[in-house]
């Protein structure tokens, strides 16, 4: 089944209403919402990821929870205008496709699995560590490996932490630290992991639409002689249901390709995640 049709089946699924919680009763301290129940969407933080940076949104235990991701190979710059549009905006040209399935093992520990269609296969556990109802500042544990060939070899672990700060309802700020091992495939001299910075921020626009943008400089280590992953873009939240249409200078989604810097052109690339929450 082609990501495009899954996807369609997953927009052309309802969501199931979400209850209305009964007004909380006033205090001095203003909490935000939803901050005390996983199930309801919290439309400040509707994701477990920005584009590619992790949030510290929490999957409830038991639940489950699906992304598509879509990164369009053909450069936005390649050509004049005329020349994108008779390629429909990159749409007739090759993608790099990533399906993900995360399950609640725990309320505050999430493990799921990420595979793109150049074989790479990451398996991935957050971990909440800090999350006060009432505080705008949560905390979480990002670890990760995976493996080239379908898991097979090359394998790159990741460990990281992810700080996310909220901005009222206006949105949130992250912090993502994190290294990445075995990022030097070409065998060259020097550091084989890498150290990376992950900086992202989610702007809502009113009660359904948010503007985001992240980026990974890398910090130290092997930097693979490419500019650092930039992504910006417009996402639509319709219940569990997240929508997102990005532009970014790579194609990566895992951590060991942003580290590595997978396509090194000087180049956009048009995408698109959809994201189905299943409770």
Do not use: C
Not at 29 to 46: F, K, N
Request: charged share 20%.
């Amino acid at each position: 089944m082609s990501p495009l049709l899954l996807a369609a089946l997953l927009l052309a699924t309802p969501a199931p209403p979400q209850e209305t919680p009964a007004p909380a009763a006033a205090t001095t301290e203003t909490a935000p919402p939803h901050a005390g129940d996983d199930l309801d969407i919290d439309p400040v933080e509707p994701d477990f990821v920005v584009v590619n940076l992790p949030t510290t949104a929490r999957l409830p235990k038991g639940k489950l929870a699906m992304r598509i991701t879509h990164r369009l190979a053909r450069g936005l710059t390649a050509g004049d205008v005329g020349d994108l549009a008779a390629d429909f905006f990159s749409f007739d040209g090759g993608a790099q496709i990533g399906l993900e399935l995360r399950f609640g093992l725990l309320r505050a520990t999430q493990l799921g699995i990420h595979r793109t269609s150049d074989r790479t296969i990451e398996f991935f556990l957050t971990q909440g560590l800090l999350r006060r109802e009432g505080a705008p500042v949560a905390l979480q544990a990002d670890l990760a490996v995976e493996g080239l060939d379908n898991f097979q070899e090359e394998y790159s672990p990741r460990l990281g932490f992810t700080v996310s700060r909220r901005l009222g309802e206006r949105g949130a700020v992250y912090l993502s630290p994190a290294f990445v091992g075995n990022t030097n495939l070409r065998g060259a001299e020097g550091d084989d992991g890498s150290l990376v910075l992950g900086l992202g921020a989610r702007l809502r626009l009113g009660e359904k639409w948010a503007l985001l943008a992240e980026a990974h400089p890398r910090l130290a280590g092997f930097d693979g002689g490419n500019d650092s992953l930039l992504a910006f873009g417009i996402e639509r939240v319709v219940g569990g249901h997240a929508f997102q249409l990005n532009v970014s200078n790579e194609l990566a989604t895992t951590p060991a390709q942003i580290a590595r810097g997978q396509v090194g052109r000087d180049d956009w690339y048009l995408g698109f995640n959809v994201a189905r929450k299943f409770y």
